[in-house]
């Protein structure tokens, strides 16, 4: 199987009006998907602080950060359009400059990206795929977080979040056996009771929201794996 393969919805319901006009005027202006597949390293420059989230949903925690912290640029990842429409609305100009869209596939997205470009990349309440079958299906690979790796700078966050204990525990043993990360915050298990508090700093998106049991864990690239 081709690690390009895409499970999952691209499309909902029928847009309404507006949030037709959004995706047919406003994406077009952030989508970055053919200049960041060809000429990435000019775009995602050394000098600005470059923050990426896979996966953004409804971009709720992402409009939150773009809006926390006017410094940042930040890649989002989504290809389930309605979501990423949702997103967009009512972006000001200035969070526009500040906001590239790549509404496709991941996996094509990471090889093509440049070495040592981001601080920070949240991966929050991926699919947790839980059939045994489907497990290869599951993103944080060490393939994948060797790319995580490759694009995060020395120190680089990643910071993953689910409300799935068995997927919580998999995907730590998963960060435990790639060597390239070092646990900071957040569980340090896959038992609820040891779980902390969720963090201000991370809004929640509207499927957060209905998460009964939730948490988070912050790990830090190490330089020498």
């Known amino acids: 199987m081709s690690v390009f393969n895409f499970y999952g919805r691209i499309w909902g319901r029928r847009l309404s009006p507006k949030l037709q006009f959004v995706h047919d005027h406003v994406l077009p202006l952030v989508d970055c998907s053919e200049v960041v597949l060809d000429q990435a ?13 896979i996966g953004f949903g409804d971009g709720v925690h992402l409009r939150a950060q ?5 410094h940042v640029h930040f ?24 906001l590239l869209i790549f509404p496709h596939n991941v996996h094509l997205l990471m090889p093509k990206l440049p070495l ?21 299906r599951r993103l944080l690979q060490n393939a994948f977080l060797t790319q995580c790796w490759n694009v995060l700078k020395n120190e680089g966050q990643l910071i993953i979040a689910s409300d799935v204990v068995p997927f919580i525990h998999w995907m730590q043993q998963q960060l435990k056996a ?22 201000a700093e991370f809004p929640l998106s509207t499927y957060a929201k209905k998460a009964l049991h939730k948490t988070y ?5 190490i330089r020498d794996r």
């Open 41 to 53: 390293n000019s775009l995602i420059t050394h000098n600005l602080s470059w923050w990426m989230e």
């Open 66 to 70: 773009l809006e926390n912290y006017p």
């Open 75 to 98: 890649l989002g990842v989504e290809v389930f359009r309605p979501g990423i429409v949702h997103c967009l609305q009512e972006l000001s100009q200035e969070e526009q400059k500040r």
């Open 116 to 136: 040592e470009r981001f601080e920070k990349i949240f991966i929050l309440f991926p699919d947790p795929w839980p059939k045994q079958r489907h497990h290869k």
């Open 178 to 199: 790639h060597k390239g990360f070092r646990f900071v915050q957040g569980a340090c298990t896959s038992d609820p009771k040891e779980w902390p508090q969720w963090p």
């Open 217 to 221: 864990f912050i790990w830090k690239k």
